[in-house]
């Protein structure tokens, strides 16, 4: 290799990989962590102005409850103030996910104890007082409905960027030309998808010097032709689903690469915001064991199956290891800088060596939810600098924090 340029995504670029609904949902976590506090005191109280064990038991699991709460809320409001600290390079954004992580170890925890448990319970039954159990499980429900629908509230269906049927700001590309800016983006509302090509000024054009054509991971190659509709230029052909491809566009002797993702309805994984993920797995697993101890409960006390309720604690133990397990997979992947979308990394693969060049190197990371980092080492022997290849991604929208590096190859 001759000689090799490096250069990030812009001259001053922002290192804040916050999620979109990150201050709404510190709030709300805040809220339920009170929530759970004044329950907890007041069981505590209650039970010791009783004498009631039970009841003072159950405001102690409700403490425990309350902590993994407050270890997300610390998370959120942690990460919020020092967003802009430069001593974290890639910013504050996978402090969620490492508090994730942790509340995932102690769901893990919990399933073993209450596994624990239920096994000595089988072995060596207990005489159970279900006048005060079944009321206090029946309470600790109530919490864990509220607490769920407090945090679940905070609406899911803003993720990462927007994307979604109602919204295809995902799907138009706004490219600059030799004849001005133009707008090509993939139309969908109430017709079968087409190419849309329309100009920010209104300058006329003639369609048969007018292509796209699109080249898919797979490398099947199609040609869209278009005819104009008064206003904008519209394929004459429909695009076939995935709508994941690089797009070439040929306008004269005039050519454009952009990238188009298809739309995932802001459900991609590296959208997902772990530390409410936890926050939420805490609350529900709670109220799984709620209800499985209810229903324990209830058919001990009406059939005299005093075996039913160590029964229900196995199950809700599994339940919850389930859950752990998945949350330990997924926040440990991100903290490893496992690859969050092979997908996504074959595309901006393809759109680089769809312009002749090759990808000698690439490596995609999460940085936060809905925030990717991405860093592409580009084998080249033309001219093309690192700003053409940052132009040739810009369709990437979650790739939040690009370095591009070209290395020249030998002559």
Known sequence: MASAAISPATPVHSHIFLGEAHETSERRTWAVIWLCGAMMIAEIIGGLFFGSIALVADGLHMSTHAGALLLAALAYTYSRKHAEDPRFSFGTGKLGDLAGFTSAIVLAMIALLIGYEAVVRLLHPVAIHFGQAIPIAALGLCVNIASAWLLSSRGHHHHGHGHGHGSHEDETRRIETATGPVVLSVFEDGVPPRFRLAWDRGSAFETDRITVETVRPDGLRQTFAFADRGGFLESLDEIPEPHAFV?????????????????????????????????????????????????????????????????????????????????????????????????????????????????????????????????????????????????????????????????????
């Open 247 to 411: 797009a070439h566009l040929r306008i004269g002797d005039d050519d454009h690469t952009v990238a188009f993702e298809e739309d995932d309805h802001g459900h991609a994984a590296h959208d997902r915001d772990n530390n409410m993920r936890a926050a939420v797995i805490h609350v529900v697993a709670d109220a799984a064991v709620s209800v499985l101890v209810i229903v324990g409960l209830v058919l001990a006390r009406l059939f005299g199956w005093v075996w039913m309720d160590p029964v229900a604690g196995l199950v809700g133990a599994c339940v919850i290891a389930s859950w752990s397990y998945g949350l330990i997979r997924d926040t440990g992947a991100i903290l490893m800088d496992m690859n969050p979308d092979g997908r996504l990394a074959e595309r901006m693969r393809s759109t680089i060596e769809a312009c002749g060049d090759s990808v000698a190197d690439l490596h995609l990371w999460r940085l936060g939810p809905g925030h990717l980092g991405a860093i592409v080492c580009v084998s080249t022997n033309t001219a093309h600098e690192a700003k053409f290849y940052r132009d040739k991604l810009s369709g990437f929208p979650a790739v939040s924090h690009l370095t591009v590096e070209v290395a020249r190859e030998a002559a």
